[in-house]
T-cell receptor, first 111, second 116 residues
Framework: SQQGEEDPQALSIQEGENATMNCSYK?????LQWYRQNSGRGLVHLIL?????REKHSGRLRVTLDTSKKSSSLLITASRAADTASYFC???????????FGGGTRLMVKP | DSGVTQTPKHLITATGQRVTLRCSPR?????VYWYQQSLDQGLQFLIQ???????AKGNILERFSAQQFPDLHSELNLSSLELGDSALYFC???????????????FGEGSRLTVL
C-alpha cells in the first residue's frame, strides 16, 4: 500500500513539551504532506515537503523527510493545549493523482 | 474557513436508501476529491475529478458514484445504503489535477452520514 502509517497512534504530553510523530510509507513519492484534524472537523493542511527536500519549518512545526528510509517526522515544539488534534501524513506518489492518508496520530496536550 | 462547502452537514437515513452529498470547491479550483472517514478505516480516498472528468479512482464501491458539473461543483451519490456506510464524507479541492508539483488539498467540514 502507498498509504503512510503514523506512529504512535496516540500521544499524550504536557503543555510546553515537544511532540514528535512519525510516518512511514512504501512507495516513491512526489511529496509528503501533514494535515491536522480537530475532532469531527475537516482536515487542515499544515506543511508540504517535496521528495528532494530533507527538512522544512513552519512556525513551531518542523518536518523531516528521509526518502532512503521512506519515513518522515513532524515535530511540534512548545506544544499548547490548542494543538490537541489528530495529525495525518499524506503521500502523493509519482504514480498517480491520489493523495493517500495514514491512520493518524491522536495528540492530546494537557494544560 | 477553507472555502470548500459541503451539504448536508448531517444526514440520517435507513438501509437500502439513496443519498446525494454535495460539494462546492474553492473558487477557481478545478479538482475535487472525495474521501470517506470511518472509525475503523481511517481516511479512504474514493474518487477525484478534474474540470469535469474523472482523474483517479480509489476504494469506491460500485454502489457509489460521483460527478463534477460544468460549474465545478460535485456530487457523491450513495445508493443501497448499508450500516457500514455510516461515516464522515469529505470533499476537498485543489487548483491542479496534475500528479507532479501538486500542492495541498483544502477540505470541507464533511457530511456525517448515519445509516440506521
Amino acid at each position: 500500500s502507498q498509504q503512510g502509517e503514523e506512529d504512535p497512534q496516540a500521544l499524550s504530553i504536557q503543555e510546553g513539551e515537544n511532540a514528535t510523530m512519525n510516518c512511514s510509507y512504501k512507495t516513491s513519492i512526489n511529496n509528503l504532506q501533514w494535515y491536522r484534524q480537530n475532532s469531527g472537523r475537516g482536515l487542515v493542511h499544515l506543511i508540504l515537503i517535496r521528495s528532494n527536500e530533507r527538512e522544512k519549518h513552519s512556525g513551531r512545526l518542523r518536518v523531516t523527510l528521509d526518502t532512503s528510509k521512506k519515513s518522515s517526522s513532524l515535530l511540534i515544539t512548545a506544544s499548547r493545549a490548542a494543538d490537541t488534534a489528530s495529525y495525518f501524513c499524506a503521500i502523493r506518489s509519482n504514480a498517480g493523482n491520489m493523495l493517500t492518508f495514514g491512520g493518524g496520530t491522536r495528540l492530546m496536550v494537557k494544560p | 474557513d477553507s472555502g470548500v462547502t459541503q451539504t448536508p452537514k448531517h444526514l440520517i437515513t435507513a438501509t437500502g436508501q439513496r443519498v446525494t452529498l454535495r460539494c462546492s470547491p474553492r473558487s477557481g479550483d478545478l479538482s475535487v476529491y472525495w474521501y470517506q472517514q470511518s472509525l475503523d478505516q481511517g481516511l479512504q480516498f474514493l474518487i477525484q475529478y478534474y474540470n469535469g472528468e474523472e482523474r483517479a479512482k480509489g476504494n469506491i464501491l460500485e454502489r457509489f458514484s460521483a460527478q463534477q458539473f460544468p460549474d465545478l461543483h460535485s456530487e457523491l451519490n450513495l445508493s443501497s445504503l448499508e450500516l457500514g456506510d455510516s461515516a464522515l464524507y469529505f470533499c476537498a479541492s485543489s487548483a491542479s489535477g496534475l500528479a507532479l508539483g501538486t500542492g495541498e488539498l483544502f477540505f470541507g467540514e464533511g457530511s456525517r452520514l448515519t445509516v440506521l
